[in-house]
């Protein structure tokens, strides 16, 4: 039977009382250091659910590690005067491009997590990146997923001068006269070159590699014929496909373009391995709270699905709207990565 008793504990004035007088020493200061611990873990908690309520409270910097101008760039610098709007706070987008994307992307992966620098990138440097680079300094898994907001699937790209107008002609062509054709890229492990040497890999075909420095070189390269083949969504390549500059064999995802329904999908060309799209995706360092997370992507949401934004600024420019949540983002991360591994060996590429 335990005995309440009261007497002091050793070097306090503080007497003990009921059950804890019935604990050994020892016992008692593993009960003491589990009632700090909890208090410690309540407070820091506590302190996390006002950060959370309090925020934003100055001003939020959204990171893009590319040159600005691009889509990525353009979709989130639209989006942060609407939040800026709504949050009666400054937010701004800072450029950081170099090494692929992959220095800006770093910067946010070492911030500190409390929602005041974000992240808005494309898959490039979340899924492509870990097989481009030995020293990558960052784990793309780790980051803190917030939303998809858009998507665009890429379309395999010819020069009007191409004899093929489907995905099946220009296998047969290329099978008919090897090394002859050539397809463009902007870099090593961008989409165009996965694309099309897993192609070559699938089918036998000896498609030559031309790369360039950047999109804009190798759009001015394809209208002028210099390479025969690309890759490019909506986005890059839409104006040049309305006005015949270009010409569209097949479009790499599961669904037609609604800007170019005429377009069949390398699916029901026969050829549903073929998939590649470009997504523009938001995210926070490791460890941002749960409550910052939940309010960033509930108001990036928001901003995203009204109807003036969304025509605007997303459909106007060949996206698709997704504005997913943290959990269908952190599946598409996991998904893609696993897939890429088969392109990038069909691609030979080695990381450096």
């Avoid at 709504?86 to 770093?106: D, F, L, Q």
């Avoid at 006005?243 to 569209?248: D, E, I, S």
């Avoid at 409550?291 to 060949?318: C, M, T, W, Y």
């Amino acid at each position: 039977m335990l005995i309440a008793v009261e007497r002091a504990v050793p070097g306090s004035n503080e007497p003990r009382s009921g059950l804890w007088a019935a604990l050994p020493a020892g016992r008692l200061l593993i009960a003491r250091l589990v009632r700090i611990l909890l208090a410690t873990l309540l407070a820091a908690a506590t302190m996390d659910i006002a950060l959370a309520q309090d925020y934003p409270s100055r001003l939020v910097r959204f990171v893009v590690p590319f040159p600005a101008g691009g889509g990525v760039d353009l979709v989130i610098r639209a989006a942060a005067q609407e939040l800026s709007t709504k949050w009666g706070t400054a937010v701004i987008v800072e450029n950081r491009p170099g090494a692929g994307g992959t220095i800006g992307t770093e910067a946010v992966y070492r911030a500190p997590p409390d929602g005041y620098t974000l992240l808005a990138t494309v898959n490039q440097t979340i899924t492509t990146a870990p097989y481009l680079f030995k020293s990558l300094q960052y784990d793309p898994s780790k980051f803190t997923p917030i939303t998809l907001m858009v998507q665009s699937d890429n379309f395999v790209l010819a020069h009007p001068s191409v004899p093929a107008n489907t995905l099946r002609e220009l296998v047969d062509l290329v099978k008919k006269e090897p090394k002859k054709w050539t397809f463009g890229s902007f870099g090593r492990g961008s989409q165009p070159q996965l694309l099309f040497e897993y192609l070559n890999s699938r089918e036998g075909l000896d498609l030559l590699h031309v790369p360039y420095n950047g999109i804009s070189p190798l759009l001015v390269a394809m209208i002028a014929g210099e390479v025969s083949l690309t890759a490019g969504s909506a986005g890059v390549a839409g104006e040049l496909l309305r006005t015949g500059k270009l010409k569209a064999l097949a479009i790499a995802g599961r669904k037609r373009s609604p800007q170019f329904p005429e377009v069949p999908t390398t699916e029901e060309a026969g050829f549903g391995y073929l998939q590649s799209s470009i997504w523009y995706a938001v995210f926070a360092p490791p460890g941002t709270p749960p409550d910052i997370v939940a309010k960033v992507g509930s108001d990036l949401r928001a901003v995203l699905r009204n109807p003036g934004f969304a025509e605007h600024q997303i459909a106007s420019k060949g996206l698709e709207l997704v504005a997913s949540t943290p959990e269908e983002l952190a599946e598409i991360v996991r998904n893609e990565t696993t897939a890429l591994k088969t392109m990038v060996d069909a691609a030979k590429i080695q990381a450096e």
